[in-house]
């Protein structure tokens, strides 16, 4: 799903890539700003601390990928992608 909300799911840049769930790269970055931000508010329990997701995406591990979709994904992309 985070390669399709990237644009980046489909091999070629073409107007499949371009719909009403590719989120702009401009609020991608404002995203990864409010993870990097919380880190040291993280408590140690949930794992490894959320990193930079657009810079680090590809060296995810499990856990992140996990505290990305259990912790961080509904209130960060809350008003970012259309409701139905």
Same mark, same amino acid.
């Given at each position: 799903?985070? &390669?399709? !909300?990237?644009?980046?799911?489909?091999? #070629?840049?073409? *107007? &499949?890539?371009?719909?009403?769930?590719?989120?702009?790269? #401009? *609020? !991608?970055? *404002?995203?990864? #700003?409010?993870?990097?931000?919380?880190?040291?508010?993280?408590?140690?329990?949930?794992? &490894?601390?959320?990193?930079?997701?657009?810079?680090?995406?590809?060296?995810?591990?499990?856990? *992140? !990928?996990?505290? !990305?979709?259990? =912790?961080?994904? =509904?209130? =960060? =992309?809350?008003? &970012?992608?259309?409701?139905?």
């Amino acid at each position: 799903m985070f &390669r399709h !909300w990237t644009g980046k799911y489909y091999p #070629k840049n073409d *107007e &499949r890539n371009l719909n009403k769930y590719t989120i702009p790269l #401009k *609020e !991608w970055v *404002e995203i990864s #700003k409010i993870m990097e931000v919380s880190r040291p508010d993280m408590p140690p329990d949930i794992g &490894r601390p959320s990193r930079n997701i657009i810079k680090h995406y590809a060296g995810f591990k499990a856990v *992140e !990928w996990g505290n !990305w979709i259990t =912790l961080f994904s =509904l209130p =960060l =992309l809350r008003g &970012r992608l259309p409701q139905r």
